[in-house]
């Protein structure tokens, strides 16, 4: 079942601009992890945020967790053309059960950086 | 560099054909799993095993069975295949905690003719 849902569907930025994506989810999560996938390829994870987390931050990468509002942000500051990719949220339930397994992935935001 | 292999980049079948997809972790991972993704609808998760022999059932197993004889192989495997199963195979393994930080392979395009 498809809990995350990411916003924009398609981002088109200049090189050196940041790029917020945005992602909501409907249930309570253990955890919200965000992924990259270069078109045509597998994911690569790039950073997880717990329920009890508001901000973290990666290099280029700021995400930002909001719980009363079921959603976070991923935003990348000074975009480079290599960031072009698909950028997918992924929610863990916490309603799921010891031992289950509701790691669900949105449809993606597809990010074009042009040089 | 810890890695996810898939057997196959592309691969073409002809309907009714029996498909086996290969995926192999070198990272002593617990956890393995199968996605597919097509446009417009995401991942979506086929199976997955939390352990030699275990398999579960993801939210679209129909048409699918998958097998795990040894910890680091996970077989996805298309009993009759069907046009509707051509899409992006996606293999997945995880450590310790099945929802936390997966390492995906670089996927199968599988086309059924």
């Known amino acids: 079942s498809q809990q995350g849902e990411e916003d924009p569907q398609a981002l088109s930025i200049q090189e050196g601009e940041n790029a917020t994506m945005n992602c909501s989810y409907k249930?309570?999560?253990?955890?919200l992890q965000w992924y990259r996938q270069n078109s045509g390829r597998g994911l690569v994870h790039l950073i997880l945020i717990r329920s009890n987390e508001r901000e973290k931050h990666s290099g280029r990468l700021r995400v930002t967790l909001d719980t009363s509002k079921k959603s976070s942000s991923l935003l990348i500051t000074a975009s480079r053309a290599a960031d072009t990719a698909s950028y997918f949220c992924?929610?863990?339930?916490?309603?799921?059960?010891?031992?289950?397994?509701?790691?669900?992935f949105g449809k993606g935001t597809k990010l074009s950086v042009i040089p | 560099d810890v890695k996810v292999t898939q057997s196959s980049r592309y691969l073409v079948k002809r309907t009714g054909e029996k498909v086996f997809l290969e995926c192999v972790q070198d990272?002593?991972?617990?956890?393995m799993f199968w996605y597919r993704q097509d446009p417009g609808l995401g991942l979506r998760l086929i199976y997955f095993?939390?352990?030699?022999?275990?398999?579960e059932k993801g939210d679209i197993p129909e048409g699918y069975s998958v097998s795990r004889e040894k910890k680091e192989r996970f077989s996805l495997i298309l009993e009759s295949a069907s046009t509707n199963q051509t899409s992006m195979y996606l293999c997945a393994s995880s450590s310790g905690d099945k929802n936390e930080k997966l390492f995906f392979g670089s996927g199968t395009q599988l086309s059924v003719l």
């Open positions: 992924a929610t863990d339930a916490s309603d799921s059960g010891a031992g289950s397994y509701q790691l669900t």
């Open positions: 990272m002593d991972h617990e956890n």
């Open positions: 249930t309570s999560i253990n955890n």
């Open positions: 095993s939390y352990d030699v022999k275990m398999k």
